[in-house]
């Protein structure tokens, strides 16, 4: 990742490898909606206290939440239509945005 960031916007253009469940592409595109023209943060901490706000906005529950969430303006096809995994963002997508933040510091 280069130090070229212009916005947290930037840390989501890549996906991850894998996701939890169907929602979560869904809901990765609307962060990057979200955060497009939002200036990085000083700091890691800042970074996932904005990423934890914006999950709770965009999901209207808390990052923390045990249970899977329904989007109900996600597509809903398959099992997991519709459905955002809590757990992925919390273990997966939270610290790979964190660790593209850090390796982009100077």
């Known amino acids: 990742m280069s130090s070229n960031l212009i916005d947290v916007a930037a840390?989501?253009?890549?996906?991850?490898?894998?996701?939890?469940?169907?929602?979560?592409?869904?809901?990765?595109?609307?962060?990057s909606?979200?955060?497009a023209g939002t200036p990085l943060p000083d700091s890691a901490a800042q970074l996932e206290q904005?990423?934890?706000q914006a999950f709770e906005t965009l999901t209207?529950?808390?990052i923390t939440t045990e249970?899977?969430?329904r989007i109900d303006r996600f597509p809903r096809s398959g099992m997991s239509g519709g459905m955002v995994s809590a757990q992925f963002?919390?273990?997966?997508?939270?610290?790979?945005?964190l660790k593209r933040f850090t390796e982009s510091r100077p």
Do not use: N, Y
Request: proline content about 10%; charged content about 15%.
């Open 33 to 35: 909606v979200h955060f």
């Open 50 to 52: 904005l990423l934890t």
């Open 89 to 97: 963002w919390r273990e997966t997508a939270v610290p790979l945005l």
């Open 11 to 31: 840390l989501l253009q890549q996906k991850p490898v894998q996701w939890g469940l169907r929602g979560d592409p869904h809901l990765w595109q609307e962060m």
């Open 67 to 69: 249970t899977h969430i």
């Open 60 to 62: 209207g529950q808390p």
